[in-house]
């Protein structure tokens, strides 16, 4: 489902960074821990495509997505990729639910207000459908990332950091709302973190 080979990037001379290669099936869960400064969320731009590699391959299914043109990139993307990122991201102007339509618009994908419903439902916020975001707390507006990486049904889930900022019990409730919401879709997660916590979680683990 997703396999890096020889994988390395380079922001300039003195900031490089040469990855493992990774092997991860239909649905497995994964956890890449690594302390701060060690290319964690570098990877997981990798893996998104959000950076391109300087050297080696990001083959997601059967798609080697280092090779498509941005354009192609952001449709794959779109539609098979979900991410996660440590700070939520929306567009202020838009409730909860139009946010989540444009992630759909984006994609090239039919707009599926019961598909998000449906979602929203699942993660307990359905009645914030019609909210802004920023009015949300920190534990909706999560949720809200989530639903929005999940909205258009990716084969590949990224997160990164989820739980850096939570205390035991919300850090816990965070990563069985993952792995569900993973099981729920059949889809591969990967989560990028320094939470040693997360171990006990994982039996599937990458050290940087």
């Not at 990729?81 to 994908?109: C, D, M, S, W, Y």
């Not at 920023?134 to 909205?151: D, K, P």
Request: proline residues 3%; glycine residues 8%.
């Amino acid at each position: 489902m997703l396999k890096t080979y020889n994988l390395n990037y380079a922001y300039d001379a003195a900031n490089s960074f040469s990855f493992p290669d990774i092997q991860c099936g239909e649905g497995e869960k994964w956890l890449v821990l690594g302390q701060s400064g060690c290319g964690k969320t570098t990877l997981l731009h990798l893996l998104g495509g959000l950076l391109k590699p300087k050297q080696g391959d990001v083959i997601v299914g059967k798609t080697t997505i280092n090779k498509l043109s941005n354009a192609e990139l952001d449709k794959f993307r779109g539609k098979h990729i979900g991410i996660i990122f440590q700070r939520p991201h929306f567009i202020r102007a838009l409730t909860v639910g139009e946010n989540l339509q444009l992630a759909q618009k984006l994609a090239g994908i039919p707009q599926n207000k019961t598909r998000i419903e449906t979602l929203l439902n699942r993660l307990n916020i359905g009645n914030k459908i019609n909210s802004k975001p920023h009015n949300l707390s920190q534990g909706e507006q999560q949720r809200v990332s989530i639903a929005r990486a999940l909205v258009n049904g990716p084969d590949l889930i990224l997160a990164d950091e989820p739980t850096s900022a939570l205390d035991d019990k919300n850090t816990h409730e965070v990563i069985k709302l993952l792995e569900n919401q993973a099981e729920e879709e059949n889809a591969t997660l990967v989560i990028v973190t320094h939470d040693s916590r997360l171990k006990e979680y994982f039996k599937k683990q990458i050290l940087l």
